[in-house]
């Protein structure tokens, strides 16, 4: 038992942490409290749909995490953080739209776009993510096919992809 907490206490460490790593924690956490949201909340679906989505969410990060970090080509990063931020904007259509708690969860490759060069990309990735999901609320199961409007029901969520990319790039 000794072993494997001083494994696990190892291998979890912050100490020794590098900036990927300590972005797959946050990719973790942040899934782990949007599932929380997702499961409990609204949209009303089925608890197996929505326990459905969050495991392949869960598989997704996984996944990305394994490729992305044993590629060690920037053009190869830089193409999975926009097929992750692109499938991310679709996985809104069967969560809940611009109303669903992955939308929070959708600022990971983009936080991890900060980090690849040119420095603008994080700003063509957040960009790209905004563009889609608006695009495609409307094509969203929970809500009507009416256009919704944005502006200030949803300023706060607009208002925190700029606020956290702007200090992104200011670091």
Not at 106 to 124: E, G, K, V
Request: aromatic share 16%; proline share 6%.
């Amino acid at each position: 038992m000794t072993g494997m907490y001083g494994f696990l206490k190892k291998k979890l460490s912050w100490e020794n942490a590098d900036l990927p790593a300590l972005l797959s924690y946050n990719r973790y956490i942040s899934l782990l409290v949007t599932s929380l949201f997702y499961l409990i909340g609204p949209p009303q679906a089925p608890l197996y749909f929505k326990a459905g989505a969050v495991f392949c969410l869960l598989l997704e990060a996984y996944i990305f995490i394994r490729v992305y970090n044993e590629n060690g080509s920037q053009a190869v990063k830089r193409l999975l953080v926009l097929i992750e931020t692109i499938g991310l904007a679709f996985i809104l259509i069967i969560t809940g739209g611009l109303d669903s708690p992955f939308v929070w969860y959708a600022i990971n490759p983009i936080l991890l776009s900060a980090t690849l060069r040119p420095t603008y990309y994080c700003w063509l990735m957040m960009t790209t993510f905004l563009v889609l999901a608006i695009s495609l609320q409307r094509y969203s199961l929970y809500t009507s096919a009416a256009p919704v409007p944005l502006w200030p029901d949803r300023s706060f969520f607009f208002h925190g992809f700029f606020l956290e990319h702007l200090c992104r790039t200011a670091l």
